[in-house]
Nanobody, 124 residues
Framework: QVQLVESGGGVVQAGASLRLSCVASGRTFSRYAMGWFRQAAGKQREFVAAISWSGGRTYYTDSVKGRFTISRDNAKNTVFLQMNSLKPADMGVYYC?????????????????WGQGTQVTVSS
């Protein structure tokens, strides 16, 4: 498995931007599709975005399309989530996850490795 560490969360006002980062270690990063999920208080974890191992394919949940961008830098073992025009509904703990050999999936069960999460708080 690969070890994942997220960073970049914080407290912002609605309409602001944040950039989350997730650094991987332990295995060859480029073999993994990567995903971002989030979990709001009292709710189930939900899919946000995913990217294939090459970065050639990206996927987003409908509520973030046009506002969030997932990208990766395989040379730096890092996946990013650029979040613009943040809304209170985007608030939660954001987790990155790695899928060995996958192409990117919206299903949490597809991912073998998970980070500890980073908190995003959006005030209205």
């Amino acid at each position: 498995q690969v070890q994942l560490v997220e960073s970049g969360g914080g407290v912002v006002q609605a309409g602001a931007s944040l950039r989350l980062s997730c650094v991987a270690s332990g295995r060859t990063f480029s073999r993994y599709a990567m995903g971002w999920f989030r979990q709001a208080a009292g709710k189930q974890r939900e899919f946000v975005a995913a990217i294939s191992w090459s970065g050639g394919r990206t996927y987003y949940t409908d509520s973030v399309k046009g506002r969030f961008t997932i990208s990766r830098d395989n040379a730096k073992n890092t996946v990013f989530l650029q979040m613009n025009s943040l809304k209170p509904a985007d608030m939660g703990v954001y987790y990155c996850a790695a899928d060995d050999g996958g192409l990117g999936s919206s299903y949490a069960r597809s991912y073998e490795s998970w980070g500890q999460g980073t908190q995003v708080t959006v005030s209205s």
